[in-house]
């Protein structure tokens, strides 16, 4: 795979932009600069020297992508946060249930896409974190339950098909779920279906961090070349073969959102979300997600801390929405009163439709000290009524008749004596 820009004025300047707050997985996919040439520019052709160069230059990139301290932090913990709280809120208005969870050590997530460095990793496009799609998550699911033998008639209904039951696997049928695989019973489960429940991405809530991991595999060439040359004493596995050291990246304090839900019309009960929640938090815990889970990766861990603080922000995101809400309809109500008024009519209603928000903690109290704002100048009692000396008298009468006159117990004596004043000029008795 040759990387994008090589050799460009235009490489070196979209390099200058990545940062840790940069797409970390556009830079490993579509920047990955190294490449295994010779001094004069041609590639490399001796085996050994590409070997070497290889090991070399994949050791460079891995320094630069995840720069000194060894890890690379990656993802935008605000947009993170807001893609989670709406998949959730999704999950739940179909009746489903998310769940958050937490590694217990690293994983190895999409070691087998195609990348220079030999081992890829599965990026998020748009959020630029590692994350699991919802068919590795179906199929984690799927693998515990026929591990532990439930009934296959079960697992038809929930994921649509049951592995085991194709023909190459007919003992391993009986072995596993303790019954034969009849006719009819075949017939069954080969029907084509869909499951009951849709599995959703499983995406990080927290910004996430990217280490090197090694690992060193014996027998490659048996791995490559068992199949074809059997006997032979040079592929065979063996102790006296060497080791070749495989860099990788691998995630670790990932923090991520899991959700299932049931798909419309497949009459789900609510039994069967809760037993389904459940088989997702045993294949975590037991078997693991993504690659090398038989070595320990990919194990995970109910995040009780994480889910309380998501659910506060949710609720925290709804009431703020609420909010905006009510304000918007007391904004377009209050457009719509003072439609009639002029303009210093429509300011002293707009000072009382302020102070209705601030509650009852100004009321019958001369000692406030609120302020309201209005037009981006903030008023009280006293420079409302110094701004209404200056207006015709009946603008006057109106601010006194719907303002001060009514709410005289929440002024000073001196502000009292002022409206008193003004009163008696305007003959308001």
């Given amino acids: 795979m040759l990387p994008i820009y090589q ?33 004069n520019g041609n590639p490399l052709t001796n085996e050994q020297d590409k070997k070497k160069a290889k090991i070399t230059e994949k050791d460079a990139f891995f320094k630069t992508f995840n720069g000194q301290r ?32 937490q590694n217990d050590w690293l994983m190895a ?13 599965l990026w998020h496009p748009t959020l630029g974190v590692p994350y699991f799609q919802g068919s590795t998550v179906k199929g984690m699911a799927k693998a515990l339950m026929e591990q532990w033998g439930a009934d296959p008639k079960l ?52 910004p996430v961090m990217l280490k090197q991991s090694i690992m060193t595999p014996h027998y490659g060439d048996w791995y490559q070349k068992g199949d074809s040359k059997p006997t032979d ?22 923090v991520m959102q899991f959700g299932v839900m049931p798909r419309l019309g497949a009459n789900v009960t609510d039994d069967e979300l809760e037993q389904i929640s459940n088989v997702i938090t045993m294949a975590l815990e037991h078997l693991g997600i993504g690659a090398k889970t038989a070595t320990g990766y990919g194990r995970m861990q109910k995040d009780e801390k994480a889910e309380r603080e998501q659910k506060e922000k949710i609720q925290q995101a709804l009431q703020e929405k609420a909010n905006a809400e009510r304000l918007k309809k007391a904004e377009e109500a209050l457009t719509q009163a003072i439609a009639n008024l002029n303009d210093n009519q429509a300011f002293i209603y707009k000072f009382k439709e302020k102070l209705s928000i601030l509650g009852d903690s100004w009321k019958n109290n001369p000692n406030a000290t609120h302020k309201v ?36 117990k929440s002024m000073s004596n001196k502000m009292k004596d002022r409206v008193k004043e003004l009163k008696k000029k305007l003959g308001i008795h």
């Fill in 233 to 254: 004493k040079n592929v065979q596995p063996g102790d006296w073969h060497s080791p070749v050291p495989v860099s990788f990246l691998a995630v670790e304090k990932a």
């Fill in 155 to 206: 697992i038809k209904r929930w994921f649509g098909s049951v592995n085991l039951a194709l023909p190459e696997k007919t003992a391993i049928f009986n072995d596993t779920f303790g019954m034969p695989l009849t006719e009819e019973l075949k017939k069954q489960l080969d029907e084509q279906s869909i499951g009951a429940f849709i599995f959703l991405d499983a995406v990080p809530v927290k």
């Fill in 70 to 101: 060894g890890v690379r932090e990656c993802g935008n913990e605000k947009n993170l946060q807001a893609y989670a709280q709406r998949q959730s809120a999704l999950c739940h208005a179909q009746d489903g249930k998310s769940t958050i969870y």
């Fill in 109 to 121: 997530i999409g070691l087998g896409n195609s990348h220079p460095l030999e081992n890829g990793l």
């Fill in 373 to 408: 704002e209005i037009d981006g100048e903030s008023y009280w009692f006293a420079e409302v009524f110094k701004k209404l000396e200056t207006w015709n008298e009946d603008d006057q009468k109106y601010a006194l008749n719907e303002l001060f006159i009514p709410n005289q």
């Fill in 7 to 39: 050799s460009t004025e235009t490489y070196k300047q979209a390099k200058l932009i990545f940062n840790d707050k940069s797409h970390s997985g556009l830079w490993f996919e579509r920047f990955y600069d190294y490449q295994i040439f010779e001094n």
